[in-house]
């Protein structure tokens, strides 16, 4: 059996709050047997929901009172400095203090790189935290990074986030040499912005590194690499618009299938083809996004999770402290950071 | 009846060259009875087309000859200075020259963009031609732009595209106010890059302009503004990684619909409404993209057009010379330019 374990939950995060995480983390518990929760947040709104779901006392379960909440608009600087009663806080430095082996979130993206920065500290030679995430492709699924909140990166920034998602794929997913991109507007060596045309040439100089070069928008879902590489402005907005156009494909069909009776019968006979379709391609539902670069297991999940997708964030969070995932990450990043040329 | 009008094809241009071109140019013949056609490109590659076709002698298809083409993968000045002999140069040429009303061409970007500028001359008070195209929404499409090669865009030039985008939106689709979003990581106002942050502040000081504020990828597609607007990079990655996503799941799509007799059957019924769906959705389909800035028209196709889609673009050329775009514009811009800000 392995050895028992604790995830901080920041309970008040997200578009719902309480309502969605505390039965997410509920439904957690009844799946990992090996899992306790620390449930970060106001009492008086945690409270009546386990009252109301009948689980005031459930054995895995422990509560740590937070008087504030991160709001989704408040600068990250400012939350560092005067959120330390937050939920957001507090949960992080359950794992800072060993309490916790991980904590999630579902709160402001950016509060949560800069307060884990802050709290939990970078790993050597990693400038900032990057977010990445599964998207689905027709095979399985890619990872991408940055779709967090780190704007304006340089080149060297994206060699760090190159060799932090390697280092992970190698170590989450099996992956003896994951294949690297750069997400580019063009697949030709003189097509990019500066940051990319630098960036593909420091990638390319890393021997440990399977860099394959560019590849387009569209190369993203295709599974040309298991690695795309962007700035998190480029990633969020790539991810973001995509979610939006499968949004409206699924609008799209759901109005054409309605038009009239012959197209609704043959929406009810396809009804079990269109409900597996949905759950493989919503890259929304695959929730729970990893912070890499800190010395700690950080979770980001959607602000909009349910709390079918928020349980599944905190899967993803079971995950990586059973595979150690920061440890593993650590080991293997001295080895590439040696190789990795001085920034210019 | 209206009177008679040319548009100069760049017949080399694109994945497919003269196979999609030159017949994609006799199907628009076939629907516009004002259009004249001035095919440019290689006598020997387009003849043999003609021929196949039976149509060496269409009253309303003049050929220029053009020894070399601009490859795809050619930097944009060296474009410019060394291939004066290409198809893409002899047609933008033409509309210099006053021959043709506007040209089109399926070929390298950047290199039309950049020849489109040296050539043809921009309008006054634009630093840079800037692509826009339609994008599918719920109830109709929106406009974005830029979806070119303006890499590394200052606020300044993030100001400009909206003018341009909505002047055209204006003139083309009849709005009298048309909302203009900027694309961002997110709506608060203290999310974002540099660039994106002042440029808002801009926007929002034109008095002329009808800017609502930011919005995220996901609102690319959901018809929240009439022209949503972002530097190249970002543009192009957006709308080419939501092409990606569509592409797989048309692909799941077929694959679950195919996986038994059942599904087979249920497939064949849905048919129609699928087939409704994919060309509703596609957004490679809404093919035809406009070069805004320029003084005279040039239209942008998909380089992997087919010769439907490629005719598709022809249609586009015609309704913006039919509209007489370019004047409209220089029309407007005057009154927007003078109060433009100067840049910080």
Redo the contacts between chains.
């Keep these: 059996m392995t050895a028992q374990y604790c995830i901080a939950v920041d309970a008040m995060g997200g578009d719902f709050g309480p309502r969605v995480t505390v039965p997410a983390a509920l439904d957690a518990l009844k799946r990992h047997p090996s899992l306790n929760i620390l449930l970060v947040g106001h009492q008086q709104q945690i409270i009546p929901v386990l009252e109301r779901l009948g689980q005031q006392e459930h054995p895995r379960l422990e509560l740590l009172h937070a008087e504030s909440v991160v709001a989704?608009?408040e600068?990250p600087t400012f939350a560092l400095r005067r959120r330390k009663d937050s939920s957001m806080y507090l949960a992080l430095q359950s794992v800072a203090e060993g309490r916790a082996q991980a904590c999630i979130s579902a709160g402001n993206t950016?509060a949560l790189m800069v307060m884990g920065r802050g709290i939990l500290q970078m790993l050597p030679g990693i400038d900032r935290p990057a977010i990445t995430s599964a998207v689905?492709?027709?095979r399985g699924h890619s990872h991408m990074l940055d779709l967090g909140?780190n704007?304006?990166c340089s080149a060297e920034h994206l060699l760090q986030f190159a060799i932090m998602g390697s280092v992970m794929l190698k170590a989450v997913e099996q992956i003896e040499a994951p294949t690297v991109a750069l997400?580019n507007?063009g697949a030709?060596?003189?097509?990019?912005?500066?940051q990319v045309k630098l960036a593909s040439r420091l990638l390319a100089e890393q021997p440990d590194l399977n860099y394959i070069g560019f590849v387009?928008?569209?190369?993203?879902?295709?599974g040309k690499a298991d690695l795309i590489v962007?700035d998190?402005?480029?990633g969020?907005?790539?991810?973001?618009?995509?979610?939006?156009?499968?949004?409206?494909?699924g609008?799209?069909?759901r109005k054409?299938?309605t038009r009239n009776l012959y197209?609704r019968l043959?929406?009810l006979?396809?009804r079990p083809?269109i409900m597996?379709?949905q759950q493989?391609?919503d890259?929304g539902k695959q929730n729970g996004a990893s912070l890499l670069g800190l010395q700690g297991i950080v979770i980001k999940s959607h602000g909009g999770a349910s709390r079918h997708c928020f349980s599944h964030a905190i899967d993803q969070a079971v995950s990586e402290v059973e595979m150690n995932i920061p440890e593993r990450i650590s080991e293997q990043l001295e080895r590439y950071l040696h190789n990795s040329a001085e920034p210019e």
Tied chains: 1, 2.
Excluded: H, W, Y
């Design positions: 989704m608009d600068r950016g689905p492709t027709l909140a704007v304006d997400l507007i030709e060596e003189i097509k990019g912005n500066e387009e928008g569209d190369g993203v879902f295709s962007c998190g402005f480029v969020n907005i790539a991810l973001k618009s995509s979610e939006g156009l499968a949004r409206l494909i609008r799209k069909v054409s299938f197209r043959v929406a006979l396809a083809v597996e379709l493989q391609l890259p």
